[in-house]
């Protein structure tokens, strides 16, 4: 559509031009050739361009909007640079699980103070939590012997 406007818009140009410069076609006069081409070349150059600027607007913004979309939706893993926790420092800040630990292999729960207290900590596969030792026993586990009294 576009094309059809500029080309629309050069034949009237061709027009206007001939009949300023040599001899007016259809019309008597120069002024009425001026009129009679001028016009409508004016109108069809605009909407040529006006149709251009918008299409150039759109893709200018699909761009844009291409340019802020995912590329690739691999995810790489970066090595860490802090210090790593030990599982000691994770398991006494996380209250919510509670500081009793059952060890469900030997159905034995160890409470802080308890010397095997820190080994069962770092062996988190096999480990189940308790708040109270009365939850642990219901749980069917049973005192450490080495627990302090």
């Not at 006494?92 to 010397?115: A, L």
């Not at 939850?135 to 627990?147: D, I, N, P, V, W």
Request: charge should be neutral.
């Amino acid at each position: 559509m576009k094309w059809i406007f500029l080309f629309l818009g050069f034949m009237f140009e061709i027009l206007f031009l001939y009949s300023l410069m040599i001899k007016p076609v259809i019309c008597f006069k120069k002024w009425q050739s001026g009129v009679l081409y001028g016009i409508p070349m004016v109108l069809y150059m605009t909407l040529f361009f006006l149709i251009l600027n918008v299409e150039y607007q759109t893709f200018k913004i699909n761009i844009e909007a291409s340019n802020s979309m995912v590329v690739s939706n691999t995810v790489s893993v970066l090595p860490s640079t802090s210090t790593p926790t030990t599982s000691s420092d994770k398991n006494s800040n996380d209250t919510s699980k509670g500081d009793i630990i059952g060890d469900t292999d030997s159905k034995i729960y160890h409470i802080p103070g308890d010397p095997d207290y820190e080994k069962e900590m770092k062996k988190t596969s096999n480990n189940e939590y308790f708040k109270t030792t009365s939850e642990a026993e219901a749980a069917g586990y049973r005192a450490s012997k080495k627990t302090p009294k």
